[in-house]
């Protein structure tokens, strides 16, 4: 599939903000959001049911959909960010008019909850989407300059951004050796609920990466192995890991493997080129990933380099 590129951020264009899955719960964050895409120069409008809470919602599933549709529909609109994850995008997955969206191709940014959202869209459109910093989340406090500085160069320069200098700590290779594919992934418990249904990509000869939060060490396991067990693992390229925050045993007592020694189990299973430890999450640091651009990894010298633009002139 050939990706289909929106067009690069300039000084001035309008951002749509979205909460497509769960509402904030200080509506402050937003509006401290909103002042920092203000003072780079961008135009901000926020979409209706941003604020409203429906159960776990921010809005029924058809106000959150409508959100969408509104602002990939309009010519006036350059980029749609999200505010925050949560949950509650896979109910829209049904509902999304993805010929719409392939007609009006935009800057997308998420992550966490947004996985299952934006493998959809992928796999009906082909849309680069940006695995990146939330509006309410890290945008309303002072971004870490690594994160900041990856992400706007990743949605404004139309070049390539090539070698990605990661920050220390450094990652670990599980695997060495070089592999190359496009990046697909997102949240390992969003991506695997996604599974045996329509909206699930072909993740053959990708460079897959994953993330995720609060999961027990086994809860990982079983995840992976369905992974694995389904064939997908052994399809890829290279597998990368980010940050798995909050997902240690929760109960110390008992015995467990750490959630490093299952990646590394896998690893020995998959024999793929496998890095770990990347800054991607449900951290403060983390790299803006371009979700269906081509990528080449060097899991022996633990790095990533971006092989062609994310953004269209």
């Not at 899955?21 to 937003?30: F, G, Q």
């Not at 997308?108 to 989340?137: C, E, N």
Request: positive net charge.
């Amino acid at each position: 599939m050939k990706p289909l590129k929106p067009s690069r951020l300039r000084p001035g264009d309008l951002i749509g903000l979205v909460s497509p899955a769960s509402p904030i719960a200080d509506p402050s964050r937003i509006d401290k959001g909103v002042r920092y895409l203000e003072s780079l120069g961008y135009r901000v409008e926020i979409a209706p049911s941003v604020l409203k809470n429906h159960g776990y919602l921010a809005g029924t599933d058809e106000e959150r959909a409508g959100d969408l549709h509104a602002f990939f529909a309009r010519k006036d609109v350059r980029a749609i960010m999200c505010i925050r994850g949560g949950y509650g995008t896979p109910r829209l997955l049904r509902l999304i008019n993805y010929r719409l969206i392939a007609s009006n191709p935009k800057i997308f940014v998420g992550y966490s909850d947004l996985t299952s959202l934006q493998l959809a869209i992928w796999k009906r459109t082909g849309l680069v989407q940006f695995h990146g910093p939330m509006v309410g989340v890290d945008m309303a406090d002072e971004m870490d300059a690594f994160t900041e500085g990856l992400f706007w160069q990743t949605v404004t320069a139309a070049s390539r951004v090539g070698a990605i200098a990661l920050p220390d700590p450094q990652p670990a290779a599980l695997t060495g050796g070089k592999a190359r594919g496009r990046l697909l992934g997102g949240n390992l418990a969003l991506l695997v609920s996604s599974m045996g249904t329509r909206y699930f990509p072909d993740f053959r000869d990708t460079l897959l990466y994953l993330e995720d939060i609060g999961e027990e060490p086994y809860r990982v396991d079983r995840m992976l192995f369905q992974l694995l067990n389904a064939g997908i693992l052994h399809g890829v390229s290279g597998i990368l890991t980010g940050q798995f925050t909050d997902c240690g045993p929760k109960d110390t007592t008992k015995p467990s493997f750490s959630v490093d020694e299952v990646f590394r189990q896998i690893a020995d299973l998959t024999d793929r080129p496998f890095l770990a430890r990347l800054p991607f999450g449900h951290e403060s640091r983390k790299m803006t990933i371009p979700l269906g651009i081509t990528a080449r990894v060097d899991a022996s010298r633990g790095t990533i380099e971006y092989l062609e633009s994310a953004v269209s002139r």
